[in-house]
């Protein structure tokens, strides 16, 4: 399955609470309006790109012009598509759906002050104002869609960092084997080594992708797994290697120190590495993301964005979110437990998905 659909599909409870709510906005506020435009005619549906440009107030206004010939006498002129009118009000509810999908206050605001820049009293449907949000999520998003950037140098040193369950295990392995199918050598250090479980699942996915992975007993320091892997990665001439980390909060203190720990450490066999520090998310937590960079920021120097879980949650909104506050690369999003569920960000798909817009 092509991922737009796939993310389209899993990206449901996102796309359906914005999809109603925009729906329920527009007719709550429009049945005097739609009655009393019985012949407006439906903007055509190709006319705005989904995820383009905001469609220009000329394209909306055409919107309003009589319905062809053909279609009043055959009554189905899209009259039948209720508008309403944009106001203060129905900005309000804008920005308090918006917020209920997790972009945050701020986000909100200002998502739908550019929706409503020289808009207001204009007369919209709800599929318009899906392609304005489409629109202005994209916009934001396309500034921080970046893929893992990949470079000579070798080997590459790629640091997992996240909170314990946001899938830094899962995603290591889906790098590992989509970087391993196209060509490159890759080892993997399974740093959590206070977690077994974590380091099994890693030892199957390495299996499964053909890729190495280091190990050390259970409790040992992660610092002289990753220096052992430095080691083992650069006497293999690999190109890539990607370490895991513990992402145990509770106590910040330990877990600062044993990620300077790693640094310092694989820093004696290369004083440039790491040269990515990805933080992996868990879209599930919502709002709680945002603290989670602004926590792993002072933990660590955090280069890029993985976000996981995208199915199965009504929070999609928390990507845009990031963006907005941020502005760090998103690499990949996750939306599922296999292997080809790791993609990279495209923020016009991923406005599409979340808005319900279709994109053919
Ligand atoms: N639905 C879904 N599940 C995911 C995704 N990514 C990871 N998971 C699941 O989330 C759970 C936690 O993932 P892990 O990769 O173990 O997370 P972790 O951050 O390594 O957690 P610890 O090992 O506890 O530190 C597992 O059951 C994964 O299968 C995703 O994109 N979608």
């Given at each position: 399955m092509a991922f737009f659909s796939k993310l389209k599909e899993r990206l449901f409870k996102s796309s359906s609470k914005l999809d109603e709510g925009l729906e329920a906005i527009v007719e709550e506020g429009s049945p005097a309006e739609a009655s009393s435009l019985p012949t407006a005619e439906a903007p055509?549906?190709?006319?705005?790109?989904?995820?383009?440009?905001?469609?220009?107030?000329q394209d909306i206004e055409t919107?309003?012009?009589?319905?062809?010939l053909l279609g009043r006498l055959v009554g189905r002129?899209?009259?039948?598509e209720q508008r309403r009118t944009l106001d203060d009000d129905m900005l309000e509810q804008l920005e308090e759906l918006l917020i209920a999908a997790d972009m945050g206050v701020d986000t909100a605001l200002r998502v739908t002050a550019n929706m409503a820049e020289g808009r207001l009293g204009k007369k919209l449907s709800a599929r318009e104002i899906k392609e304005l949000l489409a629109a202005e999520v994209a916009r934001v998003m396309e500034q921080v869609a970046k893929p893992m950037p990949i470079y000579?140098?070798?080997?590459?040193v790629v640091l997992v960092v996240g909170v314990?369950?946001?899938g830094k295990t899962t995603t290591i392995g889906k790098l590992a084997s989509q970087f391993k199918a196209a060509g490159k050598n890759v080892v993997i250090a399974a740093?959590?080594?206070?977690?077994a479980a974590a380091v099994e699942q890693l030892q199957v996915w390495g299996e499964r992708a053909g890729v190495p992975v280091l190990t050390a007993p259970e409790g040992s320091d992660p610092a002289s797994l990753a220096y052992d892997a430095m080691t083992q990665a650069q006497a293999d001439g690999a190109d890539l290697l990607l370490i895991d980390t513990a992402g145990?909060?509770?106590n910040r203190a330990d877990l600062m120190e044993e990620l300077s720990k790693i640094i310092r450490v694989i820093r004696k066999k290369d004083?440039?590495?790491?040269h990515n520090t990805l933080l992996v998310l868990d879209a599930t937590t919502g709002q709680n993301a945002l603290n989670q960079v602004e926590i792993f920021q002072k933990l660590a120097d955090v280069s890029g964005l993985v976000m996981t879980k995208?199915?199965?949650?009504?929070?999609?909104?928390v990507l845009v979110a990031l963006a907005d506050k941020?502005?760090?690369?998103?690499?990949a999003i996750g939306?599922?437990?296999?292997?080809?569920?790791?993609?990279p960000f495209d923020p016009e798909e991923f406005a599409a998905a979340l808005t319900g817009l279709d994109q053919s």
């Amino acid at each position: 399955m092509a991922f737009f659909s796939k993310l389209k599909e899993r990206l449901f409870k996102s796309s359906s609470k914005l999809d109603e709510g925009l729906e329920a906005i527009v007719e709550e506020g429009s049945p005097a309006e739609a009655s009393s435009l019985p012949t407006a005619e439906a903007p055509p549906v190709t006319d705005a790109a989904p995820a383009g440009p905001a469609a220009p107030a000329q394209d909306i206004e055409t919107a309003e012009k009589p319905a062809g010939l053909l279609g009043r006498l055959v009554g189905r002129g899209s009259g039948s598509e209720q508008r309403r009118t944009l106001d203060d009000d129905m900005l309000e509810q804008l920005e308090e759906l918006l917020i209920a999908a997790d972009m945050g206050v701020d986000t909100a605001l200002r998502v739908t002050a550019n929706m409503a820049e020289g808009r207001l009293g204009k007369k919209l449907s709800a599929r318009e104002i899906k392609e304005l949000l489409a629109a202005e999520v994209a916009r934001v998003m396309e500034q921080v869609a970046k893929p893992m950037p990949i470079y000579a140098h070798r080997p590459q040193v790629v640091l997992v960092v996240g909170v314990n369950g946001s899938g830094k295990t899962t995603t290591i392995g889906k790098l590992a084997s989509q970087f391993k199918a196209a060509g490159k050598n890759v080892v993997i250090a399974a740093g959590d080594t206070f977690r077994a479980a974590a380091v099994e699942q890693l030892q199957v996915w390495g299996e499964r992708a053909g890729v190495p992975v280091l190990t050390a007993p259970e409790g040992s320091d992660p610092a002289s797994l990753a220096y052992d892997a430095m080691t083992q990665a650069q006497a293999d001439g690999a190109d890539l290697l990607l370490i895991d980390t513990a992402g145990r909060l509770q106590n910040r203190a330990d877990l600062m120190e044993e990620l300077s720990k790693i640094i310092r450490v694989i820093r004696k066999k290369d004083e440039t590495a790491p040269h990515n520090t990805l933080l992996v998310l868990d879209a599930t937590t919502g709002q709680n993301a945002l603290n989670q960079v602004e926590i792993f920021q002072k933990l660590a120097d955090v280069s890029g964005l993985v976000m996981t879980k995208l199915d199965g949650t009504a929070k999609g909104g928390v990507l845009v979110a990031l963006a907005d506050k941020f502005a760090l690369p998103i690499h990949a999003i996750g939306v599922g437990e296999q292997i080809d569920d790791l993609a990279p960000f495209d923020p016009e798909e991923f406005a599409a998905a979340l808005t319900g817009l279709d994109q053919s």
